[in-house]
């Protein structure tokens, strides 16, 4: 074979690694979790209890940290005790298929989503509030804003009102005899996943700054794309630095997951905003003022 045609063969050789690497690069998440199915030793593996079945258990501190306390029965330690599924199970989407952890997510809460598209962000969000109002009988303080201004409450839902919602204009109607099932709960608040979202949750929440975060608050951007995400466990050094762990849904409507850190891989996924500009998660960046709390 001549010089010229072994130095074309190699050329085109060469023009295909180069394209399949194109190929890969562009079809392939920008960040691999290094911890999700895989038989790593080191130091993120030190930070995951794989035996554990709730946040508190399964995620462990950064060296140098502890967990900030939380009185019990607060929304701090309900979130923190949350179930995950057994680690390695995925997140599944409402009409049950599977959503690839790789560059997003560690674990998947286990949570029953329903089989309509409509747990979303916004929606997981009021769904872990409401759950937790819910288990400490404070069905009165259940209630969440429509996109439409309207306030849709628990416990007008309880003495068997429903809400009849025509276009922007929303109003109950008595329909029901009085129920306070678990069942009727859950059908109260697809209503709300219907009708609410990220721009409604926004409104009804309060600013706070990063120093006084709390375990709870929420990263949110309303709007049409908007996106949210809320702190669901966190932990402090003797200098009074944080690291936290972050939850979402996304859409079409799947199950809550517990996010990987896309900005620091030696401590994922646990967050640190030390010395950053922005908060950078796998499938949002949120500026720093963005962070509300519930208005307690």
Known sequence: MSIRKLLSIYILLIGLLITGCENVKLEAPAKLPFNMFDNQEGTVNSLINKEGLTIKD??????????????????????????????????????????????????????????????????????????????????DEISFNFVSGFKAEYDMWMKGYRIDVQGNNAEYYLVAEPSNTYEDFRKYMDMVFAYSGTLSLENELISVSIDNMNIGDVFIVGGSPGHAVIVVDMTVNSSGEKTF????????????????????????????????????????????????????
């Open 58 to 139: 399964r995620y462990l501190p950064v060296e140098g940290y502890i967990r900030v306390e939380y009185s019990e029965g607060s929304f701090a330690e309900f979130l923190r005790n949350q179930k995950l599924k057994p680690y390695g199970k995925k997140v599944l989407y409402y009409d049950s298929r599977e959503k690839s952890p790789y560059g997003i997510y560690d674990s998947a809460f286990d949570v029953y989503i329903g089989n309509r598209d409509l747990h979303q962000c916004a929606d997981a969000i009021m769904l872990l509030r409401a759950e937790y109002l819910y288990s400490q009988g404070l069905y």
């Open 245 to 296: 762990l972050l939850a979402q849904s996304y859409m079409p409507a799947q199950q809550t997951q517990l996010l990987i850190n896309p900005m620091d891989d030696d401590i994922s996924p646990w967050y640190s905003l030390n010395g950053k500009e922005k908060l950078i998660t796998p499938q949002w960046t949120f500026e720093l003022d963005t962070l509300k709390s519930w208005n307690e």
